[in-house]
């Protein structure tokens, strides 16, 4: 089970801190953040390794920070600068595989968390 917290409503140019907090997982050895907005795929946004190497897609890059301790299911995100296109409900996710950007590899998922961003 996977579970977020710290979504909300903030203006352009603002920040936000994503938390998720995991329990009862096995075999986990990466985590991640994804994004969904109404009629579109899930984005992958930033990832975490057990080596606490990290990933980031090319629109998180230089705003976004993703920190998390994989053996104790944690994981934060912190989103600085956002844009209204970064409105989206944001997931947290973790994967038996060392990496991955493709939300197939994922098989725990939480429930979601909403980001809005006004203009």
């Known amino acids: 089970q996977l579970l977020e917290s710290g979504g909300g409503l903030v203006q352009t140019g603002g920040s936000l801190t994503l938390s998720c907090v995991g329990s009862?997982?096995?075999?986990?050895?990466?985590m991640g953040w994804f994004r969904q907005v109404p009629g579109k795929d899930h984005e992958f946004v930033a990832g975490v390794t057990l080596n606490r190497n990290t990933y980031y897609a090319e629109s998180a890059k230089g705003r976004f920070t993703i920190s998390g301790d994989i053996l104790k299911f944690n994981m934060v995100l912190r989103m600085n600068s956002l844009k209204p296109e970064d409105t989206a409900v944001y997931y947290c996710?973790?994967?038996?595989?060392?990496?991955?950007?493709?939300?197939?590899?994922?098989?725990?998922w939480g429930q979601g968390t909403q980001v809005t961003v006004s203009s």
């Open positions: 996710a973790a994967s038996i595989r060392s990496w991955s950007d493709h939300k197939i590899e994922y098989g725990y």
């Open positions: 009862g997982l096995s075999g986990i050895s990466s």
